[in-house]
């Protein structure tokens, strides 16, 4: 790492990022957004996310050669890159702001014109097509020194950073997690510790610092505690009305994907929870007119979010639950500072993606329950295979067991070249009538 | 004899039970060793139906069809599923059906470790094999030891033999059409080894013999399907001199091991195999071991025949594609549905590749 980058890394951290978010918080004040009376007040919270999120991807322009840079898969056991001080980067939470920004569609016919195919997951082909033209919203994006994937979502980020480490010529570190068919079993386990201890030595020599057990043990304590606490921010949902919505989640969700195991993101779920507790305490909903509750299966449709929060709102139909939010809090509590290797196995490996459907039959059915759910909007996500491939039958079997309507939005996270807006009007509009009924 | 005539056959003459497995890579040894048929599901000849009320449109169709296959009733003779873990959309329709169908039928999961292969994989490839025996032994009683290390053998003649044909194929000593070949090389998706070693036995004597000269390319992808562009290469005079295909010669080890513990021959033989998508064989290996298929078979070009949909193949193809133009070879990428046949387009799209070889 050279000393004068680390220098500027340093600076930009200390001076130059506080400065850059007062600068920014000034010129948001300016254009305040135009309220719509189906909402409740904003959460005050937002603008410290904002504050965060964005220091982030500023900072990591000035990442690369001050730090060592890691580029991570949103469900890979980041603790363990944090006890060495990696400064880490999502192309998940990339692709999902080149959605938001309405960029996927661009971004993919780059990777495309590259030979790669449009069947292809779009978060991947966002962050290949970044690679090729280097466009993205975050101005510029820090190379890797690491790339750290986890097969427990999906193989598709490994066949995805297999292709990145081609083009980079660095090393890819895998965390193979055996698929939770019907229960873990031991060899699985001694299998995945064994892949942590022999990650370490790669791991200190890309650093070229020295593993330190007490200070991963730390990491691994704020790790669990913020998703403790994400846990507890999704809960304040199960108040009627609801404090805040799912597409509230989805923006807040960032942290806990991209900041997990830094006293950031927990310092900051402790705010968004104390503000949503107040919230609850003063009967403040996040849309003023709840009659409806309804679940989200699947990651979000990035670029449809404003136009389904509105559409959704209008209807007095408020999204309190999703399985997606969930997932980052299902199964930390197994995290354990005693036993940190053992612990992270088992909270890694049963997350919803890499567990068997009935787990998540099971879950959906207490979600439902815990929420009081009446109604459930699934999206069938064509980049999202682990996640889409059984949601028919998921379906059927709680229209079956809880008389739950529901509805299937076939349709992409960002690529919004293959998102039919009649389509999915029509859905959704046979979808509101069912809930009247 | 049928396919289907030779399976109830072998289950009412050879009181042997009949598993349906799924894509790709699993021990078969374990499962001839304790008498039972392997039965690889890969492309049944059915129109898709029933299997849509289930997955979405955009899922491959090796996974489609398998579950029609079932949804038709036609595993009626089947005493059991085998589910290697091979794609994200395999992983879920194991469980779909073992949790979602209700089909009474026992369901078993094989794990294999995935590449870059660290000192943690051999090890638990070996406790995968041996914790597979044990659910196995709860339906299907215990294991013979013995049984299992002379099915390891006989595994390895089948292997040695196969690995003669990819031989004289390469060096244009095998006379035998691009047809042909696949016919019989598939077959050992359903035949026992009793009965498939003989079978290629007498292919290798009578197919032995040097091909008419012509150009020839390697086929890389999932499987050689549909067979229509074999018939259209062998009617073009283009040889397929090499393959680099899931359900073909990824699955054949080189060398095979000579491990006494059958366990052990049957984790070497695992770590031995070619570099393989469903894997994660980092790209390096795969383009060299191209390059070796070509230097070796002197093909003028790669076809990818891909299945449409099939994320696990379709992600590697750009860069190998790459790395195959730098060397000044000719390419091909080809995706469909199987089942399907080749459209016009496509063989058209063929036929201006041949040209270009020629």
Known sequence: MSSVKNLRYNFMKDLGAPVLMRFSSLRKKRHPRKLNPDFGPALKSTNRLKEIMTRHYFLSRYAEGAKPVAWVTSGAPVELLRAFDFYTFYPENHGALCGTQKMGPELCAVAEEHGYHQDLCSYARIDLGHYFSGKTPAGKLPKPDILFASNN?????????????????????????????????????????????EMIPLLERVSGKRFNYQKFQEIIYIAKETSITWGEVLATMKARPAPMTIFDAFVHLAPIVSLRGLPVALDYYRTLLSELKERIDHGVGAITNENKRLMWDNIAIWY????????????????????????????????????PFESMAKAYSLVILNNNLNNRLELMERLIKEYQVDGLVIHSARSCKPYSVGQYDLRRLLMYRLKVPSVVIEADITDSRVYSEGQTRTRIEAFFEAMES | MTRKEYLIRQKEEKGRKLFGIFPAHYPKEIL????????????????????NAHLQPYICSVVKLGLELILQGKCDEIDG????????????????????????????????????????????????????????????GALDPSELKQQVKQGQ??????????????????????????????????LHPDDFLPLLEEFLAISRGQVVKGPSVVLSGILPSPPDILKLLDEMGVRVADD??????????????????????????????????????????????????????????????????????????????????????????IDCELNQGLSGQIETRVEAFVEMII
């Not at chain 1, 404003?306 to 997932?327: I, K």
């Not at chain 2, 039928?105 to 094999?129: G, N, T």
């Not at chain 2, 040695?160 to 696949?182: C, P, W």
């Open chain 1, 153 to 197: 979502i999906c193989q598709t980020v490994v066949y995805w950073y297999k292709a990145l480490a081609h083009y980079w010529k660095v090393p890819l570190l895998l965390f193979d997690t055996p698929y939770n068919f019907d229960k873990i079993k031991e060899h699985d386990i001694s299998y995945m510790v064994r892949q942590f201890e």
């Open chain 1, 304 to 339: 449809k979010m404003r136009d389904f929060s509105d559409l959704f709102a209008e209807q007095g139909m408020n999204f309190v639950t999703a399985t997606y939010t969930n997932a980052w809090a299902e199964t930390i509590y197994y995290l354990d500072v005693n036993q």
């Open chain 2, 32 to 51: 001839w060793a304790m008498n039972v048929l392997p039965v690889e599901i890969w492309d049944p000849p059915l129109e898709v139906s029933h299997a």
């Open chain 2, 81 to 140: 599923f085998l589910f290697p873990h091979t794609c994200d959309s395999l992983q879920n329709l194991a469980s779909m059906i073992y949790n979602y169908l209700d089909l009474n039928k026992p369901c078993y999961f094989f794990y294999h470790p995935k590449a870059p292969y660290r000192d943690a994989s051999r090890q638990y490839y070996l406790d995968e094999l041996k914790s597979l025996v044990l659910r196995l032994e709860k339906q299907l």
């Open chain 2, 157 to 190: 003649q089948v292997a040695t033999l196969l690995r003669e044909l990819y031989s004289l194929r390469a060096h244009g000593e095998l006379k035998a059409s691009n047809v042909d070949f696949y016919q019989i090389i598939r077959r050992g998706e359903y």
């Open chain 2, 244 to 333: 680099d295909l899931l359900n073909c010669s990824r699955r054949l080890s080189v060398p095979t091991s000579k491990d006494e513990d059958p366990f052990e021959a049957m984790a070497e033989n695992y770590f031995a195999m070619p570099p393989c998508t469903t894997k994660d064989s980092p790209l390096n290996t795969r383009v060299d071991y191209l390059f070796k298929k070509i230097e070796y078979s002197k093909a003028k070009g790669v076809i990818f025949y891909m299945v449409k949909f099939c994320e696990t193949e379709l992600f590697d193809v750009p860069q190998l594609v790459e790395e195959l133009k730098k060397k000044g070879l000719a390419t091909l990428v």
